[in-house]
């Protein structure tokens, strides 16, 4: 609980705050039956003819005669005084309750975004090893375990312990038996508590675990629902997602099981305390210790006391679901994150990068992914890396960005180590387009702006034009503010990877990246969007780099890099390397097919 803790030291004094108004109603609502009992019973009920006092024997001296008129005053003061108490405790409550809320609204918020921060900056291979829905699971688990563990702390647990020390002090000063009584009832209560909700604790650690799985599960299920039902495979998915559901259904039942035997234990340990009370306070009346208000008083404090003592199985409950969320989100906030260098040298505007000797190996890999691959670029240039699947084409572009790190190798830009640094000062000036195209549910404007949200107008009618989008902009009814997707305008393969085009153009990146950027498009739109690519390569101001399957794409490069098991098996031209009848002479003879080739190369 000490990341509980430390996330609620800056809202400290509102927690003072509500736990003092949660103290002040518990008093006052404890104030009640003080005055029914002594007051009520003892002086108006049992005496309503005269006014006295009692001695230390409990016996009653009179002092005076009560009339009507004095009985319907004093009648009438006794009620004023329980509506003030009630009304004292009903205002301290609704302030408990609305400052309460502010902690737990505040908390939540606080630790939601702490975890979501730390956890878009972790490297990029923790995102290859889980499910996306499994983060953010632990993160809105958290949140709402945690908040409704503090709620029950405030409301209930701290007005117990309040309770406590009032009915002690009370009980003290009637006679020094009852107070042991109360005291180590409630001990025993507690460690009979503690002990029977460790199985509890148990099950509840493997329920948060296999919801999270089965978040991942339906988030990948979900994102991928026109695979499922275009192979008609919605059954076998909701069966599969199923058998997960009912697993934890099972291990809910056994939670159920185990609090309702937690709660039968405390009701009956409860009654038997309450009875062992009862019999202690009749003793004292007949030994004239105690009065029968006062009894009546007691009576009222013990259902005050162990009425909310029966929820402690509930709070203990509450307490290990957020103790079990607060360990996976203690285990997420341990992952270390991809840190900046110390003091990392400044970048600038990109006009360089290089590859020297770099080497790439996946954690479970045994053959390297880039092996020891070397090659330059500047600003102007454009190159292309091709190769069959598996080179290595992939793997090279997440070292460009910086998703992945050499093993073995430097990576320099404009003369520096990437190590020396900052890559987000990096990625602020690439531009990426990739063979899915990422777009997001919104109008066109809310696309672009996604990676440049200062760019004025005429930023975004410059870039849709280099990207060949003003056809589509014409056919948009409300122009760049046009909905795409559902309910809004639906985009060809071709016009969205145009829009994606214009979305990396409009950063005026430095370092402009292609990565496979037409292999799902068909012939005559590939055509026209590797025309447009080359057009801004060629007329560019910025290094291009290139990742494609099809050597039709790449043709226009300044230099092509052909990777093979990871490793540059040949480089130049498209002219020269068709001239050498390699490898890429092989690729290219088997994509354009004999006949083309034939005419193509006679």
């Known amino acids: 609980m000490k990341i509980l803790l430390n996330y609620l030291k800056p809202y400290k004094s509102v927690v003072a705050l509500a736990l003092l108004l949660a103290a002040i109603n518990q008093c006052f609502s404890m104030l009640d039956p003080y005055f029914f009992g002594n007051w009520g019973i003892d002086d108006l009920a049992n005496h309503p003819f005269e006014t006295g006092f009692f001695d230390k024997q409990k016996v ?39 400052f309460g809320q502010i902690i737990v609204q505040k908390f939540g918020a606080t630790i939601f975004t702490d975890g979501l921060r730390h956890s878009m900056g972790l490297p ?9 829905g499994e983060t953010l699971s632990v993160l809105t688990k958290v949140r709402t375990d945690t908040e409704k563990f503090i709620i029950s702390f405030i409301n209930v647990l701290f007005g117990i312990l309040v309770g406590v020390i009032f009915v002690s002090i009370y009980s003290f000063s009637l006679h020094w038996s009852i107070m042991p009584i109360y005291v180590l009832g409630m001990i025993l209560l507690s460690l009979l508590t503690s002990l029977l909700s460790r199985k509890i604790k148990r099950i509840q650690k493997t329920i948060v675990a ?7 599960s339906t ?11 275009s192979l008609g495979l919605k059954d076998q998915e909701v069966d599969r997602l199923n058998k997960n559901t009912f697993k934890i259904l099972g291990l809910e039942l056994r939670k159920v099981k185990s609090i309702r035997a937690l709660s039968f234990v405390q009701g009956t340990f409860v009654n038997l305390l309450r009875q062992c009370i009862m019999l202690l306070l009749l003793w004292l009346v007949f030994r004239h210790r105690l009065t029968a208000g006062e009894v009546t008083t007691m009576l009222f404090y013990s259902f005050f006391i162990f009425g909310p003592l029966q929820e402690l199985g509930n709070i203990i409950l509450s307490y290990r679901e957020a103790e079990a969320s607060l360990i996976n989100f203690d285990n997420l906030m341990k992952k270390p994150q991809e840190l900046p260098p110390a003091n990392p040298a400044h970048l600038g505007p990109i006009r360089s990068l290089a590859f020297q000797d770099v080497l790439f190996r996946h954690q479970t890999a045994h053959h ?25 084409k992939t793997t090279l572009m997440k070292l460009l960005v910086g998703l992945y790190r050499p093993k073995e190798g430097n990576i320099f830009y404009n003369g520096l180590d990437e190590k020396a640094i900052d890559f987000e000062d990096l990625r602020r000036q690439i531009g990426f387009v990739t063979q899915d195209t990422q777009l997001f549910a919104g109008t066109i404007r809310e696309n672009l702006l996604f990676v440049n949200p200062i760019a ?4 975004l009618h410059e870039a849709l034009e280099k990207a060949s989008c003003l056809a ?13 997707g559902e309910g809004g305008l639906k985009l060809s393969g071709g016009e969205k990877q145009r829009l994606s085009i214009a979305r990396a153009l409009l950063r005026k990146p430095s ?11 068909d012939s005559l739109t590939e055509e026209d969007i590797t025309r447009t690519i080359r057009e801004i390569s060629v007329n560019g101001q910025q290094i291009t780099i290139m990742i494609a399957h099809r050597l039709s794409t790449i043709m226009h490069a300044d230099r092509i890099y052909v990777l093979e098991k990871g490793v540059v098996a040949e480089m130049g031209t498209h002219a020269g390397l068709l001239a050498e009848k390699g490898l890429y002479y092989a690729m290219w003879r088997q994509q354009i097919g004999e006949r083309k080739f034939a005419s193509v190369n006679p």
Do not use: C, W
């Open 60 to 98: 009653f001296h009179r002092t005076g005669v009560r009339t009507q008129a004095g009985f319907i005053m004093d009648v009438l003061k006794f009620l004023g005084v329980l509506i003030g108490v009630a009304m004292v405790s009903r205002i301290a409550k609704a302030f408990q309750d609305y």
């Open 124 to 132: 990029f291979s923790e995102f290859e090893d889980q499910r996306s």
């Open 210 to 216: 296999e919801t999270n799985a089965l978040a991942g």
């Open 219 to 229: 988030t990948e299920s979900l994102r991928n629902i026109e695979l499922v039902k």
């Open 368 to 392: 390297n992914a880039i092996d020891h691959i070397s090659f330059e670029a500047e600003r102007g240039e454009t190159i292309a890396f091709v190769g069959p699947s598996g080179s290595g």
């Open 456 to 459: 004025n107008e005429a930023d």
């Open 472 to 484: 589509l902009l014409a056919r948009a009814e409300k122009g760049m503010d046009t909905m795409i």
């Open 511 to 521: 370092l402009l990246i292609f990565d496979e950027a037409t292999s799902a498009l």
